[in-house]
């Protein structure tokens, strides 16, 4: 998971830069200004309005909408995952496949020859004799990275039409003929009958993805920024209004855990701000510091990884959903929270701009996210409701069963004033 903020400096040629080497003229300090500003908005709109949602998901019985639970299991074990593939991913971008400038000035000047089994083609130095094998063609740099621009576009368009629907929802005339589908894929039969799937839709879910659909085929042409960004934005809300942590103590160990993962990759190596450069795939948000100049074909850009949005997201929807539980009809910790969040990517775009280094944003975020709420609490006397709040998986059948005996002494109750 990439989640750094990095930043290219004035007059880099780094990450989407001019090709030919030439140095960037310097941004101006308003459109470093509105860069920064834009992706600290961009941050906060989908934590806010996914926390919001995450209530009403937690609230409902779609199939579709039931969220993920993560529990503190899963928390220790993300951060090992999460290393393994950022590490597969830069190995894979910069080991196997060698850098494009440098194979082509090889290709010039070396004799290439294929192999007898003509999976790999030997270059040889006809002075030297040394020989290096480049990957058979069809594994080019270029053909995995349209790979990943399919799996992200189909990805990309259930995500952000999953995202406009409530509010697409609004456009609609009362006389629109909307019916309703249902996607079922199980598995086995009879007694043994498992679900895989099952997705509930309707014609309006329809509509929405129609018009997602044309900004997938916007990004899978052109990759453009704002493309990237709708695509980025509707990721990052999907996982905080579907990713739900059981407790806060939970939450205390995953963002713990990504923190030390975060330092790490970002400061002991280069490996984060590589794959982050590296890899076409709407994971992040981005946005053009030469946008004043250069309008929106402006290629020097901010970029803030979609895991400094999620992980402290899921974080603080989980504890607007303890507000609710307090039934205070306040949302002390939720604001807290938010507020941290801001607190805390301010620093860090303070920071980055200070010292003209990419900074890993969950250094300064999670003591934020943690910290703030927590001396809240302890102000309060709250310390023990809120690490004692539990949130249970609706998939499991322990809550399922608590919900139907709780609706069954609800009913009978019921009964029982009407009797008398």
């Known amino acids: 998971m990439d989640s750094a903020l990095s930043d290219p400096h004035n007059g880099s040629a780094e990450a989407g830069g001019p090709a030919n080497g030439k140095t960037r003229p310097p941004s101006t300090p308003e459109g470093i200004a509105l860069a920064y500003g834009s992706l600290l908005l961009m941050a906060l709109l989908p934590i806010f309005f996914g926390a919001l949602r995450s209530v009403r998901c937690a609230r409902g019985k779609n199939a579709s909408d039931m969220p993920e639970t993560i529990t503190s299991r899963d928390a220790a074990r993300f951060p090992i995952v999460a290393s393994c593939a950022l590490l597969g991913l830069y190995l894979f971008f910069k080991v196997y496949f060698p850098n494009k400038s440098y ?34 063609e069809i594994f080019s740099q270029e053909y995995i990275n349209l790979l990943l621009s399919m799996y992200f576009f189909v990805l990309g368009i259930l995500a952000l039409s999953h995202t406009i629907s409530p509010f697409m929802n609004r456009f609609f005339p009362v006389n629109f003929p909307n019916r309703q589908y249902q996607l079922l894929f199980t598995q086995g039969s009879g007694e043994n009958k498992e679900e895989i799937i099952n997705y509930e839709f309707d014609t309006k879910d329809l509509v929405c993805l129609g018009l997602s659909s044309i900004v997938g085929v916007w990004y899978l042409l052109r990759k453009h920024w ?35 993962y975060d330092v790490f990759w970002v400061f002991g190596t280069n490996v984060m701000v590589t794959v982050a450069k590296s890899f076409e795939a709407p994971i992040k948000l981005v946005f053009p510091q030469d946008l004043l100049e250069k309008g929106l074909e402006a290629d020097n850009f901010a970029m803030l990884g979609l895991g400094d949005v999620v992980i402290p997201g899921i974080f603080i929807a989980l504890l607007l959903r303890f507000d609710i539980s307090l039934k205070k009809n306040t949302h002390t910790y ?87």
Not at 103 to 124: E, Y
Not at 231 to 257: M, P, Q, R
Not at 357 to 382: D, M, R, S, T, W
Not at 396 to 419: H, I, R, Y
């Open 226 to 260: 704002i493309a990237n960004n709708l695509f980025g934005l509707a990721f990052s809300l999907n996982g905080v209004e579907l990713l739900h942590l059981n407790n806060v103590s939970t939450g205390c160990i995953l963002l713990g855990g990504l923190f030390i």
């Open 103 to 136: 194979t082509d000035s090889v290709l010039k000047t070396w004799k290439t020859q294929k192999s007898k089994k003509g999976k790999t083609a030997v270059i040889q130095n006809p002075t030297t004799r040394d020989s290096h094998r480049f990957p058979f």
């Open 334 to 420: 939720f604001y807290t929270s938010f507020a941290a969040y801001i607190f805390g990517l301010g620093l860090t775009i303070f920071i980055m701009h200070i010292f003209k280094h990419a900074q890993p944003a969950l250094l300064y975020l999670v003591p934020a996210c943690i910290g703030f709420p927590i001396l809240v609490a302890l102000a309060k006397g709250e310390v023990t409701e809120m690490f004692s709040y539990e949130e249970s998986s609706p998939k499991d059948p322990a809550a399922v069963t608590e919900s139907k005996e709780g609706t069954e002494a609800s009913a009978s109750k019921g009964l029982e004033k009407k009797e008398k």
